[in-house]
Structure formats: structure tokens, C-alpha cells
């Protein structure tokens, strides 16, 4: 059973719009969240994070919001631009663990 | 600045051989880990260590095994290799253990046939 679902596999999104991502999880044990990025053949690179004492999180264009209730954040890139055309997953962990589980990844698709 | 090597970069291999992946780090961190990467199921964690000379079993551990004689190298080793094993394998690291950022290598894609 998957504790971090990320539900829609893929996302197109106008150049200049936000893009939104959505990522659910389950174990209410998660206390640090995390946005990961990839390239076709290079390794997940972290994009930003967030721990549970905080709701929100900002860095630039991107922002990554908490709803520890509804167990659901989510991560938006405003403006989108063709360069952030990638596969970006949402990843937990508990506090004092040394595990990171992460979701099944979405693509984002930013055209031009 | 390397910060995470892997080798090889692709391997086709027989099932039923023994092979091992390489990951080496340079930048002193405590903590490594190797995941591997599957359509539709993401990253899952294969093995971690928090320091040289501990290590720990991921969701996956199964059929891998890891060392960590020293700080910079955490090779994964298949023991017999079998088909569901094909996958991309990352290879990570962290300055601390518990739930920092990962720094990922670049990936060795694994076929077994």
C-alpha cells in the first residue's frame, strides 16, 4: 500500500500559467515533506520542503503548501516555463526516521 | 565537484549472475542510500546507512545487499541476478541521517535477462 500517492501521472500546462501538483499521504506519522525533480537520465534533484510545524513554504517560483488534516500538499511553480518540463515527486519522512518514502512521480508538461 | 558517481552507467546481465553496483560520494556525508526506480511505483528504497559501518533495510531490501566499510563508497550487490530486479538504480546521499535532502547520482540502468 502506498503511504505517498501521487494520483495524476501526468500534467500539461500553458507557459506562464501555475502549475499545480498534488501529492496525498497516509501515514499521519510523516512530519518532513519534500519535492524532488527529474530530468530524463539524470538523478532526482531536491527542489524544496517543508516540515509539518509549518503550512507553507517559498522559494522563488515555487511554493509548497501543507494541509496536515487533509494529509495533502501540494507544490505550485508559478510562472511555469518550458524549463520546468520534468517528473517531480513528493517524498515523506517521520520524524527521527531514516527512511524517505516517496510518491509514484508526476510529468509535468510546460508548453511553449 | 562530482558529488555522486555511479558505475556502470548500463549493464545487460544474465539471471542467476552476481554483479555489483558501484556509488562512491565525495562530498563527506553521513548517510547513503540506493533506491531503485520503476514505471508507476517511483523511488523505493532499496538499503540505507546512516554512517560508515551501519546499514539498514529499505522497503525492498530482498534479493540486494549493501556495505559500508568506509565512508564515500556504499556498493549494492545482486547475488543472482533475476529479471524483476531490471530497474534504474539511484544511488543517494545525505550530510545527516533522517529527513534532509538527498543528493542522487546519476543512475545505473540494470536489464536482466
Known amino acids: 500500500d502506498q503511504q505517498v500517492k501521487q494520483n495524476s501521472p501526468s500534467l500539461s500546462v500553458q507557459e506562464g500559467r501555475i502549475s499545480i501538483l498534488n501529492c496525498d499521504y497516509t501515514?499521519?506519522?510523516?512530519?518532513?515533506f519534500l519535492w524532488y525533480k527529474k530530468y530524463p537520465a539524470e538523478g532526482p534533484t531536491f527542489l524544496i520542503s517543508?516540515?509539518?510545524?509549518?503550512d507553507k513554504n517559498e522559494d522563488g517560483r515555487f511554493t509548497v503548501f501543507l494541509n496536515k488534516s487533509a494529509k495533502h500538499l501540494s507544490l505550485h511553480i508559478v510562472p511555469s516555463q518550458p524549463g520546468d518540463s520534468a517528473v517531480y515527486f513528493c517524498?515523506?519522512?517521520?520524524?527521527?526516521?531514516?527512511?524517505?518514502?516517496f510518491g509514484a512521480g508526476t510529468r509535468l508538461f510546460v508548453k511553449a | 565537484i562530482a558529488g555522486i558517481t555511479q558505475a556502470p552507467t548500463s549493464q545487460i546481465l544474465a539471471a542467476g549472475r552476481r554483479m555489483t553496483l558501484r556509488c562512491t560520494q565525495d562530498?563527506?556525508?553521513?548517510?547513503m542510500y540506493w533506491y531503485r526506480q520503476d514505471l508507476g511505483l517511483g523511488l523505493r528504497l532499496i538499503h540505507y546507512?546512516?554512517?560508515?559501518?551501519?546499514?539498514g533495510k529499505g522497503e525492498v531490501p530482498d534479493g540486494y545487499s549493501v556495505s559500508r566499510a568506509n565512508t564515500d563508497d556504499f556498493p549494492l550487490t545482486l547475488a543472482s541476478a533475476v529479471p524483476s530486479q531490471t530497474s534504474v538504480y539511484f544511488c543517494?546521499?545525505?550530510?545527516?541521517?533522517?529527513?534532509?535532502?538527498?543528493?542522487f547520482g546519476p543512475g545505473t540502468r540494470l536489464t536482466v535477462t
Open positions: 543517494a546521499s545525505s550530510a545527516l541521517a533522517g529527513p534532509y535532502e538527498q543528493y
Open positions: 501515514n499521519s506519522m510523516f512530519d518532513y
Open positions: 517543508i516540515s509539518s510545524i509549518k
Open positions: 517524498a515523506a519522512s517521520e520524524a527521527g526516521g531514516f527512511k524517505t518514502i
Open positions: 562530498m563527506r556525508h553521513n548517510a
Open positions: 546507512s546512516n554512517t560508515a559501518g551501519t546499514t
